[in-house]
């Protein structure tokens, strides 16, 4: 089976940092995505993890574990505009798909 | 800058009836998909399209369900007789490959209403 988790819900202020974790169990994998959606908008991609380590972007980061089924989305000097949520997605062995965890709904205050 | 767009925004139709739902990918796209999202709940993966054929498929596009690419822009989603349940927002997408990084570009979505 294919299962992906990640928090339904996280709040952080303005200028912190915040990070959202996702583990999965999928049968094959080529590849763990971050996407941003706001609310009523198509999901737009932020990362893509194929490799063990960080991959930096700006104020966001990503980390993979293959071997843990773990990653890991940094969002740093968090502005009101990142309240949003945030999807995790993986990529099977076979075929082009993605599939999407629940995804995580972040609120930033100030 | 390039993007997938969607028509229409927003379709309302009864129970039983047939939807098109029609997208235009990015224009040097290869790799053409569908997905779901019913409100609140997670993005669902219906199905892919490359080099004029289904590539992929997931178990919620049944025989009530068609793609097709009726010209060299036009990537449709045919529902032959909607249901209650058919009611989400579907997203096109696109990517340039199958190659990393595989990024695939959403386009805004059309609202499917089936009363």
């Known amino acids: 089976g294919q299962n992906i988790d990640q928090p339904t819900e996280m709040t952080a202020t303005e200028g912190a940092i915040v990070q959202i974790n996702c583990t999965y169990q999928t049968s094959g994998f080529n590849g763990l995505f971050w996407y941003q959606q706001h609310a009523g908008e198509a999901p737009t991609f932020l990362s893509y993890n194929v490799l063990d380590g960080l991959e930096e972007k700006g104020r966001f980061s990503s980390f993979l574990s293959r071997s843990k089924g773990y990653s890991y989305l940094l969002l740093k000097e968090l502005q009101m505009k990142d309240s949003a949520s945030y999807l995790c997605?993986?990529?099977?062995?076979?075929?082009?798909?993605?599939?999407f965890g629940k995804g995580t709904t972040l609120s930033v205050s100030s | 800058e390039p993007e997938v767009t969607q028509t229409p925004s927003h379709q309302v139709t009864q129970m039983g009836q047939e939807v098109i739902l029609r997208c235009v990918p990015i224009s040097n796209h290869l790799y053409f998909y569908w997905y779901r999202q019913i409100l609140g709940q997670k993005v669902e993966f219906l199905v892919s399209f490359y080099n004029n054929e289904i590539s992929e498929k997931s178990e919620i596009f049944d025989d009530q369900f068609s793609v097709e690419r009726p010209d060299g822009s036009n990537f449709t989603l045919k529902i032959r007789s909607t249901k209650l349940e058919d009611s989400a927002m579907y997203f096109c997408?696109?990517?340039?490959?199958?190659?990393?990084?595989?990024?695939?570009?959403f386009g805004p979505g059309t609202r499917l209403t089936v009363t």
């Open positions: 997408a696109s990517s340039e490959t199958g190659q990393p990084p595989y990024e695939q570009y």
């Open positions: 997605a993986v990529k099977g062995q076979a075929g082009t798909a993605l599939i």
